[in-house]
């Protein structure tokens, strides 16, 4: 099962949901809960939102539920329901209190412009580079001093190049991006859409091509929303406007 799943995950970081899907469709003998859940992710990344919602939404599995609720928070901000979000994202983490699930709503938070919420989220939180990130961002937000996050951020992520091991390459343009580096945030979010795939990793690719003035990034965008049939609000907006 676990092979299957993370098999499954793999493809569809890549972008590739013909390929999840069977993996998810070879889970329904020996976990038709974690099938069901499987399919949901392939469906949000297909244009299917409103049906994964509906998955989702009917996995009680106590084991499972704290999962499938942080999934549905991610559909919802699809939708641009940030409200309906953090109210999936508070009850996942109030059943499974993980990293993953904290950031997404700490981002959910931040979105909303709620720093206060999200500074409280990040203080008790190990200092990761995406944890990091985030205080920098609450930070400068609030115009407080953030001067040494920002050092510290930059060295991590020159070090982390210096070693070939450049695995944040999703927040290390976003760096870029609030620095107003465009061709930097633009070259890395490139890095990181040639390893990734996901939603959030098409927006920040949107969001620097449109800082940068990339017409061509642009217009692949376009193209994989076109051919994937992912619906998301957030990158369709990032394709139009610089600030999303």
């Known amino acids: 099962v676990q092979a299957r799943l993370t098999r499954a995950a ?35 990344l297909s244009g299917h939102n409103a049906q994964a919602l509906a998955r989702l939404e009917n996995v009680t599995d106590p084991q ?3 999962w499938a609720l942080s999934l549905a928070g991610e559909i919802h901000e699809q939708q641009g329901a940030p409200d309906s979000a953090v109210r999936a994202y508070n009850a996942s983490l109030a059943l499974d209190d993980d990293l993953y699930t904290t950031v997404a709503l700490v981002d959910a938070l931040i979105a909303q412009q709620r720093w206060a919420q999200a500074e409280a989220l990040l203080v008790p939180l190990p200092s990761t580079d995406a944890v990091l990130l985030r205080r920098w961002i609450v ?20 070090a982390a190049q210096v070693r070939g091991e450049f695995l944040h390459a999703r927040e290390a343009a976003l760096f870029a991006l609030e620095l107003g580096d465009s061709a930097t945030a633009l070259k890395l979010a490139r890095q990181n859409w040639n390893d990734q795939r996901e939603p959030a990793d098409l927006r920040i690719l949107a969001l620097a091509a449109r800082a940068a003035s990339d017409a061509a990034t642009l217009a692949e965008v376009s193209d994989w ?18 600030k999303s």
């Open 64 to 66: 499972l539920r704290g």
């Open 139 to 158: 930070a400068r937000k609030q115009q407080r001093d953030a001067a040494a996050l920002q050092k510290l951020l930059a060295d991590r992520f020159a």
């Open 225 to 242: 929303l076109a051919r994937s049939g992912l619906r998301d609000v957030r990158v369709e907006r990032a394709l139009n406007s610089v």
């Open 10 to 44: 793999i493809a569809h970081v890549r972008g590739d949901i013909v390929a999840a899907r069977a993996d998810c469709e070879a889970l329904r003998q020996s976990a038709p809960t974690v099938a069901v859940i499987c399919r949901a992710i392939g469906e949000s």
